[in-house]
């Protein structure tokens, strides 16, 4: 039996009659809850509308990190909670989480004085978590490890060590590990009214499954708000006139050929015009660029880049690169939003707004979290559930979370071979070549992927969509989105041979999939 099946996991939902926790959200919130709940021994399950990580969670800057910036309004608590648990990352999910190094370059003499002083605070506040001392280093240096950088009138430069990861993988892997303790995880299913007894109290959902049309009714003791953005659709579920808790603010970010970073290293530029830090990154052998602040009166599952965010990362690279970024050189341009808690006065600017998670019992009994960001996603489920406890809803278990490693958590392996990503399941992959020779082939000569990861994430990791695979397993749309659009056909067949789909719904999927795909290309760039 497949316990990753959709199959084998309806079942889990239809035989059980009564749950102690229910989320709604497969983002990194919902799923850290998730995990946080059923390996304390609760009967727990998860329903998202679309895919896991599908929103927020896979549109990050890959950095798990105390957050340099927060240390510099004086938010002390949050970073030191925050490097805690990049450091607990980094030993739960080993193959997914690495140390990287940053380099602030300086160009004005005092800078390296005061980044270094607050860098130096920023490893204090690891402790013996840290990822390594930062330090100080020369203007030669400095361009030897940042070869593309200007150097008119470049000083030096101030080393320092943060994490980096693959965010939706991590988000996969997550999922997996709540799974294989029993927990019941079902994405492309969507919650569409809360429950409630003669007392107004939510005590549980009605629910649909996307793909069949079936609908649930499900009990619970607990009914967690973990949807980020959506999060004021979900208190408007239990009370038509709650005020907006979340005011959503969009980052765009850019993917570029390793050939504008070529080195080891990332690049942080602590002070642009908008006031945020800007982060050039290798990953997975190209250059994430970004990000921006733009505060939105509006949300969706598909934010799109506007074009002063474009105009504002192209700039700001370009003040800094000695390679021009021009539109042509985008590979991939992406959209998140943070749900910020609403500003409570007009003119509080969104990057000043605490990234601290915030917990929220309404008079019904709903439990809301919102806030928070991936570094702190542990935490924030663990302080979720210890709430729920403390309120009298569940009773008393402690957190197993801390030192519980993550689906896949392996520190030997070959980062030069891009499916190090698997961690421990890389074994398993292999094998599948070795029984069919043509999954060993490439999906596109352009990108590493093979046919193999594709037939994994359907029987292995709840894949259900040609998005699902492209976006959030394999991460093609986020690497080079016209290869992606060239590849999608080919997935389309794979995943109707694995999902015995027919040739209509390969069709529709395609067209679903393109439509999606094209925000994610650059208007004005030319068609190669």
Known sequence: MNIFGRETILKGLKSTKNWDVIIIGGGATGLGIALDSVTRGYKTVLLEQVDFAKGTSSRSTKLVHGGVRYLAQ?????????????????????????????????????DGIFYTTGLKIYDLLAGKLSLGKSFHINKNETHNRLKTLKTEHLKGGVVYQDGQFDDSRLAINIAQTAIENGATLLNHFEVQKLRKDDTGTVNGVLAIDRESGTEYALNGKVVINATGVFTDEILQMDNEYAKNMVRPSQGIHFVLDKSFLPGDDAIMIPKTDDGRVLFLVPWHDKVVVGTTDTVLDSHSLEPIALEEEINFILNTANK????????????????????????QDESEKTKEISRSHKIIISNSGLVTITGGKWTTYRRMAQDTLNKVIE?????????????????????IMDRNNHLYIYGTDYQEIKKLIQKDPELGEKLHPNLDFLKAEVVWAVRNEMARTIEDVLARRVRALFLDARAAIEIAPLVADILAKELEKSLEWKTSQILAFNAIAKNYILKGQPKS
Request: net charge positive; with cysteine.
């Open 74 to 110: 004086g938010d002390i608590g949050l970073v030191k909670e925050a490097l805690y648990e990049r450091g607990l990352m980094l030993k739960n999910a080993a193959h997914l989480v690495s140390n990287q190094s940053f380099i602030i370059p300086n160009y004005r003499w005092w």
């Open 320 to 343: 800094y690169l000695t390679k021009k970024v021009e539109r042509k050189d985008v590979l991939s341009v992406y959209a998140g939003l943070r749900p910020l808690a609403a500003p």
């Open 391 to 411: 309120k009298g809803k569940l009773k008393k278990k402690t957190c197993k979370t801390i030192s519980l490693s993550i689906h896949g958590s392996t520190d």
